[in-house]
Each structure stands twice: as C-alpha cells, then as structure tokens.
C-alpha cells in the first residue's frame, strides 16, 4: 500500500529504532532524562526562545499554550477557521481554557495585520470578549501545506503588538516552511511568545512536540504538563527518535515537496480532477473529483491510500515511507479511475 493518508504514517526507520534503543534514559520530570534535556535545549536555540517542554503531542502544545494565554474565562483567540484548534481538537479551547475562538477567513489559511486589527475588541466594551491571543498555523494543514509570507508574518506580529495580544506559532509543519524557503526556524518562531514543533509529521517519529518560550511561559507550561497527565518517566526512548530525526530527516523534506509537485503536475493532466498545481508548496496536494469518498475507495482497490477531504476534495500527503516509485504507483492507479 502507498499510503499519502497523512505524514502521520511514517513508521521509524531501522537507524531511528536504533537509536532509540541505544538511548541512555533517566526521570524526564525530574529533569534527569539526557535525551529529552538535549532535544529541549536543541529545539530552543532552534525557535529562537529561552527554553522549551517536551510534550506527547502537538495538540497538547496548542492545548497549554492556550491554557496560559486564555487566562481568565471569557478570553478570544484570533486564528484561521481551518486551523487545527478550531477543526481537530476537540473543541479544546473552550474545553481546558474556557476561551472563545474568533474564526478568520480565506482560501489559503493566512490572514493580515489588518484582519487582526479588525477582529480585536475594544477592551473597555463590556459586551465583547476580551481579545487575548493569536495564531498563526505554519504550514497551514487543512487549505494544503500552503506557507505563510514571512512579511505577512511580521504584518500580523506588529498587529499583535499594537494590540496588546499574546503570539503562537502552530508549527507542526513548521520545517517543511524552513525548508521549503530557506528562512530559518528561528526568524518564523522568535516573535511568537510560544512556538512548537512536531516530531511525528514529516520529521518520521513515532510521537512527540517540543513547546518553547520564554524561561518563565515554560515553566508555566510545566505546571498545566503535570496537571493534564504529560509530564513522563523515561521518555527519552521517544526523544531520541526525535533528535534523530532533526540530525536526519530535515534536508530531506525537500524530496517530499519536489514529490508532491510531481503528483500534483501529473494529476493535473487527467480528466476528472481539478487541481492548481501552483498551490502545492510544501508536502501536501489538494484536488477536485466529483466523489471523493467513492474515487478513494476505487485507488485502495489499486494499492494507493488518499483521504477524503470535505464533499469535493481528496488529500494526499507525501512522506518520509513514500519514494518515487511510490508517486508513480499512485498516478498510474489515479489515471485508471480518473474520468469525468
Ligand atoms: C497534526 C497537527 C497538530 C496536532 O499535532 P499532533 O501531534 O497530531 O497532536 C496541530 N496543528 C497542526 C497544524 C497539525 O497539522
């Protein structure tokens, strides 16, 4: 099977689980794990901030983040409506922070200093929530790997600034952007007050996202960790695969987009789908049938794994267990269930 589901599933490589299993341990909530202790301080200096939490996922990243930054009942964060708090996450900022979102809008999941500006409530209006928090999704997931400007960027840093809000930065993808224009981690994640990453996506993985911040968000950061069941024992079996992966699955990520261009250029040649192959920019290829439930069921009968989007649209994700051969397999397989 070739499986373009998600960059999820990737599954370790043989030198990963070596690693992992080479890994000298110790209590990771006692701060005496030297895998997890290295990963922190590497993805710090790598974002940017003071220092950085291993968490089990990046969903938890966004949890607490928004935990510390929504701190009283009531509170608003502006984020795009496709982001992954407001689609995937069960409805976390109401549920752990008692937040409001207020939901932005376009095609490819970024939004202006200006939009921000917009949606800020006045503080003094009693009737409006109170304006708390922005994020910023990169790459964004659900409109398609699709990378914000770096001065869009800025744009809505300055906007976040002017208005007094709190910044994170969802970086779950965020070094398929590093990669992708060559603009370091650490220039996109610096001017967020909390930035993460995630181990688990293209990276390859099993588990894992590492929170920074400043020295002072962190150790708040610890607090909701230990209150929401994540501060771990030996977690450094998992660290280690993370670490490996930042040593050797960054570079590599450009393989995956130059694939996902490929796949989006050869999509684009057959009757039935609908796709820009300009708007594939990083890992992840969007496109247009007229069933997608029925057209993914057809390419699982030929060996090719898609998921269904929405009611127009299928997903492919290229990764880290997906090669040439594997792109070739899968339009072979789309051209000969591809029809009007
Ligand atoms: C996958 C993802 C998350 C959540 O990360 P998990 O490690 O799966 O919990 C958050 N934000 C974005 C943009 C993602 O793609």
Known sequence: MVDLRSDTATRPTPQMRAAMAAAEV??????????????????????????????????????????LHLDRPGSEVILHRTSHPVLYEGGQPAAYSAGMVCPLDSDDGTFTGDDVRAAVHDPGNRYAPRSKLVSVEQTTNEPGGRIWPLERVDDVLAAARDSGLRTHL???????????TG?????????????????????????????????????????????????????????????????????RLADDHARATTLAEGLAQLPGITIDPATVETNIVRFDVADPPAFCAELREHGVLMAPLNATTVRAVTHLDVDDDGIDTALVATSRIAGP
């Open 26 to 67: 110790g209590d990771e909530q006692r701060f005496e794990d030297p895998q997890v202790n290295a990963l922190c301080e590497q993805v710090a200096e790598m974002l940017g901030h003071e220092a950085a939490v291993f968490l089990p996922s990046g969903t938890m990243c966004n949890a607490i983040s928004f935990r």
């Open 170 to 180: 969802d970086g779950a993808r965020l070094l398929n952007a590093v990669v992708a």
């Open 183 to 251: 603009v370091p981690a650490d220039r996109w994640a610096s001017g967020f007050d909390t930035a993460w990453l995630d181990f688990s996506k293209g990276l390859g993985a099993p588990m894992g996202a590492c929170l920074a911040g400043s020295r002072d968000v962190i150790d708040e950061a610890w607090r909701v960790k230990q209150m929401t069941g994540g501060a771990l024992r030996q977690a450094g079996i998992v660290a280690a695969g993370a670490l490996h992966a930042l040593e050797r699955h960054v570079d």
